[in-house]
């Protein structure tokens, strides 16, 4: 039967036939849910840049007589325990995450699947002690490695990059590790070898386009996880230390009023998980994109 | 014999998918009376599976759904049953064997738990009395040692003893009807041809009908005693196995057998081939689904869809079958003029035979994890090719072909010995020269998927040679030779920006090809090249193949397991046993003559299609030996009925008894004579 409906996905010129196809699988569905993503990229984006434009307060005006409103029209997500407008604090907040989030993720996965893409082609003795120093670094718990990384070079932007993507490093360099492997002993690596084309064409024309589709999906969860390592790191007081609070702090401090105001805590965190949702399904929609045998035209 | 056991009506299946439900058969009617053998062919996409798969109802597990017909099991309608109730007919009434034994059972359990488990749940024995049964089972199926392979684990038996416990477990209660889906596919001739011989004496034994699936005419021909011809989701022609082999109804069902490449055939005639590829579910063409490939079709043909119709008791869903059996002599004249007269003319006969490759003494072994053994794939192996000539290597998988075919090219670096490539060694390369000198030496590969860089497009694919080889070609020049190469292989040049994943089977092995001609080689190896193809498909690559070497001059290493296929392709053919050259000949002579017991043997393993029935008992005993802890003396001394207490000794050395006619036997010379 495999053969049956890879043929049939294989054809493109299919008539639709009788039913109606499920509408979650329909491309018509799953192209709204795309463009809604780009919208909310682009929404957070601008909040990120020109967060004036957007908010009716300034984040750090402490109105006294309006702590922990719910929220309201005047009050959008409610306020905090300084009378602080909490949709305007999301707003603000949005700049320091995206930053820390977009800048941990480009540099550990980059530098992580360069490495791991590395070992693994080589293979032999390179490979053995770069797994043994990776597994060493994997059995730290990240965020304690964080931590330690943090308090040992005090807390800046950069520090906190560095240690995010320190811990992150090991996860990209073994899954991409995995993909070299994989891909290096399939068919058609060994027809190109037999066709005497040179290894390093060979890495980068047949290796590394077939390899790099679980790092889209693991760059974008990777996202969430690095705002949110920031945020436990800011919560610690090694986050940068910043007038404005970023996303992750917005969530640890609000936590504490959970029962008082749940508004505080719950909007920050539903800003992350928007943006971690919405750079999924643009991850997702570009591994199809790149992929030959997805791409319906 | 009245009452049929299995009566299959009107049968249609649909399968849900992403866009829409897509009928994988229309219209399948068929009957099994008890004890009888039916067996269904076809090629890949036709069909034949999912029937088998819907008669169990275990398309529901795959999003098939039964959307007409009835399927009746005695008087119950097993359309109707419910999950629990189908559940008690499974294993117990109907029984089924799969194609790929070594994943149909579960790896964390021992073949006994399997085999129990089955029993108590549909005959109530106790655990005791089951695993007894077991024992005999096992017996039956001529496994050595059943009570030691009981407590096996699935990955401690040969593909050949777990097929063999899989027909055990599905005889295990007594079933009316066995489902073998391609039991024998994965396996060798020679384990193919026990199976067979196992299969045949089980069903006289046990009374159960069976059904058979298979793409192997061969077989079909073997263990039937009816056959029903599939083809794009429709039955074509059903009929009796005699009457289906001498005179079929059906022009699919002839061009199918004229398709198999026959033992006595002149190996300078072009093989018989059915033009085109079987059509995909989503595109199938009105009227016959058929006429797109027929030499016989119609206008009436593409319109109108043909019924089955019973004639002299074999049916057949054609239009023109009445004329075809009125003016059957014309037809048949017809196909033998028309179409396979068509001869490639033979080469000159080479006269100088000068050796393109000289291989001295070549060994590959390979070193075993935490052990001081090694596998001796290729074990001190001396041969030549000479050029423009196809030498054909045959032997079981396991006995080190493709190893020797990626040793010889240096694609895998050999543990000793030389390889000279036009008087120079191959050794003596460095990196680079090496590369260069592979322009000259190229490979097509078994695997039509997984060779083809499912990212590149084909233009593309193709070019990586020339563009690895000939750097100084401007693009435009690389472009003309591309769509050069892929007229000549017979591809469309408009699909060059077409992905692999848009092709068929056939279709990507004639990309792989045009790959490898591209830089104007002097070699090619083919690594079963054909053996993943459909019969009418491969018959298409072979003629490619044939016809290219007679434009091109080129020389072949055709490494191949069906050894019909390879006489037809080669000029001389070396077998191959446990790493080490047993024979060498003459395709001619090997196949008349040959030497080597292990030879006979395999020759004697071919199913044929022109003896019905008459299945060779006297096929090769026992399964190739590990490679890792090869038998002492002569290697095949295990399974070979003369073996001395000489060959225990001593290892026979490849002598030449006959001019050009070499083998390994210390026997040879008397039987020779004999």
Known sequence: MRQVISEYKNHKDVTILKKKPMILHSPKFSNIFLWLSILVIIFLGSCSIIPGWITPYTPTTMQAD???QAPSFKHLFGTDYFGRDVFSLVVYGSRASLLVGICAVLVSSLVGSALGMIVGYIGGFMDVIFMRIVEIIQTIPSILLALALAAAMGPSFVNLVIAITISAIPGYARVMRGQILSIKNRPFILASRSIGTPSYIIFLKHILPNSYSPLIV???????????????LSFLGLGVIRDIPDWGLLLSQGRNYLTAGWWIATFPGLAIALFVLAVNIIGDSLRDYFDPKKRIE | MGKPLLNVSELTVDFKTKRGLLTAISNISLTIKPSETVCIVGESGSGKSVTSKAIMRLIDDENGVISKGSIQLEDQDLNLLTKRDLNRIRGKKIAMIFQEPSSAFDPVFTIGDQIVETIVKHLKLSKKEAWQRGIELLKKVGLSEPVIRMKQYPNELSGGMLQRAMIAMALSCNPDLLIADEPTTALDVTIQSQIIELLNSLKKEFHMAVLLITHDLGVAAQLADRIVVMYAGTIVEEGKVEKIFSQPHHPYTSGLLQSIPKLDAKKETKLFSIEGTIPSLSNIPSGCRFHPRCPFATEKCRLESPPLKNIDGQQSACWHTSELINHENKFHDELQLGRTQETIPIQQEVTEQEPLFEVRELSKYYPIKHSHKTIKAVDHVSLKIYKGETFGLVGESGSGKSTFGRTLLQLEKPTDGEVLFDGQSLAAFNHRELRQKRREMQVIFQDPYGSLDPKWTIGSIIAEPLKTHLKKQSRKEILAAVKELMVKVGLEPEWIDRHPHEFSGGQRQRIGIARAMAANPSFVLADEAVSALDVSVQAQIINLLKELQQSSGLTYLFIGHNLNVVRHISDRIGVMYLGKIVE?????????????????????????????????????????????????????????????????????TLKEYQTAHFAACHYAEKRKVD
């Not at chain 2, 290697?635 to 207490?645: D, I, L």
């Open chain 1, 66 to 68: 309006q702590i922990l």
């Open chain 1, 218 to 232: 693991m760059a974008t969860n990777g996202l969430g996880t690095a705002i949110l390592t920031s945020a436990g």
């Open chain 2, 584 to 652: 060498i000949a003459s395709s001619e002579e090997l196949f008349e003559n040959p030497l080597h017991p292990y030879t006979s043997g395999l020759i004697k393993s071919i199913p044929s299609i022109e003896t019905i029935g008459t299945h060779q008992i006297d096929t090769l005993k026992g399964e190739i030996p590990s490679p890792s802890d090869p038998p002492s003396g002569c290697a095949f001394r295990t399974r070979c009925p003369f073996a001395t207490e000489l060959c225990h000794k001593e290892v026979p």
